[in-house]
């Protein structure tokens, strides 16, 4: 009995011994494989940052140019027309007259007479309401009694003669002497239409001999700037020019010559007949490739003799 318990109870710690021993490799193993198990590795995907441009809105600068104004002029102030020996006095006009200039054409003009003693030259200003000169001319020449073309767009201060009431003022090239139309006279001012040219000479039926010297004379209205030519020409039917003159200078005389070079360079003797005159305007030197801005021929043809 007593042995049959002894072995049991060895059985029972044999048993207990052997559960000992399992778990205790069990638990020697599990360590071993965490041991030697590789460390694991997080990774961490990080996204390109997207770059940024910062765009500056710098102001816009706008660049106005601006005409230079035109500085504003005045006459001598004096006011006594005679000194001495010395005397200026207008004579035309001296007011009540009426004018009509055309803005953009540079031949508007206005006629001025007066007389004068002793005076070496001058200088003729127009006067506007204000007392300010709006156009001024010398002359270093004049004659004792004189009159002349005053182009007062050619020569104004001004950017534009307004229409108003104005005044006609002489003095000499000093500014001692001084002389003033009486009373005010009137421009009414305009502008006109485009460049335009007329033939004015020669007139109708004129006989002109060879060698002899004529006189081609045109009119021109409209926007006739400074530096615009005209070539004066003759035709029958072929063409040559005869000269090249400013827009401003209104004629040409021409001396009749023995021989002439035509279109195409053909010359020889300038036959006796009848021929056409003809003005052509140009904004600037003529050439073969530059259209004329306007154009006019006589009405009537002259005639050429030996």
Known sequence: MNMKNNQKGFAIQLAIAIVAILVIGALYFSVKKDALAPAQTTSTSTKPVASTTV????????????????????????????????????????????????????????????????????????????GKSVASVTDTNPDKETSFIFFINQNKTVNVIKSGEYKI???????????????????????????????????????????SQH???????????PEYRVAVMILNPKFTQLATVAATSTSYLWTIPKTICWEGNACGYLAPGSYTMSVRLYDREPSADIPAKALDESEMKITITN
């Open 55 to 130: 765009t500056t809105n710098t102001p816009k600068v706008t660049t106005t140019s601006t005409k230079p104004a035109i500085p504003t002029t005045y006459p001598p102030a004096a006011t006594v027309n005679t000194s001495g020996a010395s005397s200026i006095g207008i004579l035309s006009p001296n007011g009540g007259n009426f004018y009509e200039v055309d803005e953009t054409d540079i031949g508007a003009s206005i006629p001025v007479t007066f007389s004068i003693k002793n005076v070496s030259g001058l200088s003729v200003y127009l006067v506007d309401s204000a």
């Open 169 to 211: 003022k002489i003095c000499d090239l000093k500014g001692n002497i001084c002389d003033s139309s009486d009373k005010s006279f009137v421009i009414r001012s305009f502008t006109s239409g485009p460049a335009m040219i007329t033939v004015a000479e020669p007139a109708v039926g004129e006989m002109w001999k060879i060698g």
């Open 215 to 225: 006189k081609i004379s045109f009119t021109t209205k409209g926007n006739i700037k």
